[in-house]
């Protein structure tokens, strides 16, 4: 197929992340621990599944996860 | 497949239980206990512990403002910092009606963050879409259409968007469809559809999750 990025892009966005994914409640619930792990360096997506998958399919729910994880290591 | 999230009776997808523990094995840092023995303290020392704990929000809540800033020009440094401390301040009290929630599974001050980055960006969404119409039809569409709708497109791309579309109009319901649309299509934050269907982020995703499972489904021999 030819490579076409928007197009590939909105695709993504349309048909979501393929794996299984924990909702948005979830996600805030279990946001502190996560990025935690990942600042420490430790396997933060085989502690809690599904998390990774949802940031993929959930912009503002990535949005924040950048933002704390990026917070985190500034402390 | 492996262990994975299961639906709850409404559909949220949750952990498992075992993957969800309660408390760390060791208990709580000392500096987490210090924040939650100060902030249930009475009178003084309990002020100074909300105080300190709201300079740490508010330090968050600007972090994340700052961020946004670029993506929002149109939002002026005043207003930003108005935000920035509207979120502090509601960050303050989601985390004093919740404090008996603080299971230690990180420092306290990582766990208040999250509040606060929370406040602060579904504020900044809603007030840069303040007033706009939120487009819930095909505005998206058009564009994703064209592209594979150019000269050298090729034949594949070409029938994957004609799947798509027909499987949004003929196999989501119109809620999905509208959601689907607005979000992923339009570009339409979900707290800013959340707050004009009067609904939840956690609520919106759901519909948008379902929607997806069931194109993916539509679409398993294309893909």
């Known amino acids: ?75 | 497949m492996k262990a994975f999230p299961t639906a709850t009776v409404d559909g949220r997808l949750q952990l498992p239980a075992r993957e969800r523990p309660m408390a760390p094995p060791g208990g709580l840092d000392a500096e987490s206990e210090d924040w939650l023995r100060d902030l249930r303290g009475d009178g003084g020392p309990g002020e100074d512990a909300r105080a300190r704990l709201h300079e740490l929000l508010l330090r968050a809540a600007r972090f994340e403002v700052a961020r946004r800033r670029g993506a929002h020009p149109d939002l002026g440094a005043e207003e930003l910092d108005e935000i920035a401390n509207e979120a502090a301040d509601d960050a303050l009290m989601s985390i004093l009606r919740k404090l008996d929630e603080f299971r230690g599974l990180s420092r306290f001050t990582t766990w208040a963050y999250k509040f606060a980055l929370y406040e602060a960006a579904v504020k900044v969404r809603r007030r840069a879409w303040h007033g706009r119409q939120v487009p819930l039809e095909r505005e998206g569409w058009e564009r994703v259409a064209s592209t594979a709708l150019e000269p050298d497109a090729d034949l594949e791309q070409r029938e994957l968007l004609g799947a798509i579309k027909t499987a949004i109009e003929e196999s989501l319901s119109p809620h999905q469809r509208r959601v689907l649309v607005a979000v992923a299509l339009n570009g339409v934050p979900i707290d800013v559809l959340a707050e004009r269907l009067s609904t939840t982020r956690g609520a919106l995703y759901k519909t948008l999750h379902d929607a997806r499972a069931k194109l993916r489904r539509e679409l398993e021999v294309e893909l």
């Open chain 1, 1 to 75: 197929m030819t490579e076409r990025p928007e197009f590939n892009e909105t695709l993504g966005r349309l048909l979501g992340p393929a794996e299984p994914e924990v909702g948005c409640d979830t996600c805030f619930e279990e946001l502190d621990r996560y990025v935690e792990l990942e600042a420490a360096g430790h396997d933060a997506d085989a502690a809690i599944p599904g998390l990774r998958a949802h940031l993929e399919g959930c912009p503002a729910c990535r949005e924040e996860h950048e933002s704390l994880l990026e917070l985190v290591r500034g402390d």
